[in-house]
């Protein structure tokens, strides 16, 4: 019902700056909510940043102040602004997008922090 695209990912030196995207396509009236998650092999899916309504936003205590979650609606598209980026937040990076009765991701893009 609801195709996402990441892309954006890469490889950059710590200190920084990339841009991540999410292209959205299919039934995106039906989107109940829009989040980014990242995860590391072997270790668990966690929330990176996410749209709580009103136009609010919500991020991981520690990328608060450095990440930031946008979207163009017009477009249909998400965006993850990272900036001074450090070793940590290497791992691949997640669109969500939650319906009513079903979640659906995309295939990840990978981004990779170097010291």
């Known amino acids: 019902q609801v195709q996402l695209v990441e892309s954006g990912g890469g490889s950059v030196q710590a200190g920084g700056s990339l841009r991540l995207s999410c292209a959205a396509s299919?039934?995106?009236?039906?989107?109940?909510?829009l989040a980014w998650y990242r995860q590391v092999p072997g270790k668990e899916r966690e929330l990176v940043a996410r749209?709580?309504?009103?136009?609010?936003?919500r991020y991981l205590d520690s990328v608060k102040g450095r990440f930031t979650i946008s979207g163009d609606n017009a477009r249909n598209m998400v965006y993850l602004d990272m900036m001074s980026l450090k070793p940590e937040d290497t791992a691949i990076y997640f669109c969500?997008?939650?319906?009513?009765?079903?979640?659906?991701w995309g295939k990840g893009t990978q981004v990779t922090v170097s010291s």
């Open positions: 969500n997008a939650l319906l009513w009765g079903a979640d659906y």
């Open positions: 299919g039934k995106i009236f039906s989107i109940h909510a």
């Open positions: 749209f709580i309504g009103g136009g609010r936003t």
